[in-house]
């Protein structure tokens, strides 16, 4: 069956901090409406939205009991979920995603992350 969306769990470029990399969102606007209200629905709550004009980002902060998130969207519709130093919640929403049957995790190679190779 197609899912609707795609993501990757991944590391963060020569870092051991995961992140949640989304790779197919059709309409961004409706992807991020979709996901910000299950998140809403998990016990996430928003807290503000930034926007970081110097690097064409809009930043969606949410918090939960573990601490807080960011949703980051840039000008070509790139989105990722970051969770520096909560990397529970970070692990949480994986499992959020993969329940609610919408999105398709990908596999990934986490040595393609890793610049510092030897």
């Given at each position: 069956m197609?899912k609707k969306y795609?993501y990757?769990l ?7 901090e ?7 969102t ?5 992807f ?14 928003y807290?503000d939205?930034?926007?970081?004009w110097?690097n ?11 601490g807080?998130?960011?949703?980051t969207?840039d ?7 970051l ?6 919640d970070?692990?949480?929403i ?8 919408n ?16």
């Open positions: 197609n795609a990757k991944r590391p963060g470029h020569n870092s051991s995961l992140l949640i990399e989304f790779t197919k059709g309409n961004v606007n409706d991020m409406e979709e996901l910000i209200n299950l998140l809403k629905k998990n016990d996430f709550v807290k939205t930034s926007d970081i110097m064409d980002e809009i930043w969606i902060n949410l918090n939960s009991d573990k807080k998130i960011t949703i969207k000008i070509w519709d790139f989105v990722f979920i969770g520096e130093q909560n990397q529970r970070i692990i949480s994986d499992k959020i995603l993969i329940e609610s049957g999105y398709e995790k990908e596999n990934v190679d986490f040595s393609e992350y890793n610049f510092d190779k030897k």
